[in-house]
């Protein structure tokens, strides 16, 4: 029973910052990589980065690279997502997951989303 609680989310204006948090529980968390994923309004799902087991290696998509950071807390089985130079384009619900979810494929087969927090950036 994996449970996938995401937090942290709120209304900010263009180029303010927001701290996302995901808390996990019914898995190891400290074996898997885990992935941010956001979904915007009449949009399809869209990757945003991942991190490895450890937390020495990141990815991100071009969109946020240089503006988002992805961490790890293994100790306290949370992920968080800092959040800065916030774009209109950012608004979208974000949710965590466990593995890379880099491409269409894992994207599709993963199916156990939390409920997502909502991000919304508008002036």
């Not at 915007?40 to 991942?50: H, Q, R, T």
């Amino acid at each position: 029973q994996v449970q996938l609680v995401e937090s942290g989310g709120g209304v900010v204006q263009p180029g303010g910052s927001l701290r996302l948090s995901c808390a996990a529980s019914g898995f190891t968390f400290s074996t898997p990589a885990m992935s941010w994923v956001r979904q915007a309004p009449g949009k399809g799902l869209e990757w945003v980065s991942d991190i490895n087991n450890s937390g020495d290696t990141t990815h991100y998509a071009d969109s946020v690279k240089g503006r988002f950071t992805i961490s790890r807390d293994n100790a306290k089985n949370t992920l968080y997502l800092q959040m800065s130079s916030l774009k209109p384009e950012d608004t979208a619900v974000y949710y965590c997951a466990p593995g890379r979810l880099y491409n269409e494929y894992a994207l599709r087969r993963y199916n156990s989303w939390g409920q997502g927090t909502q991000v919304t950036v508008s002036s």
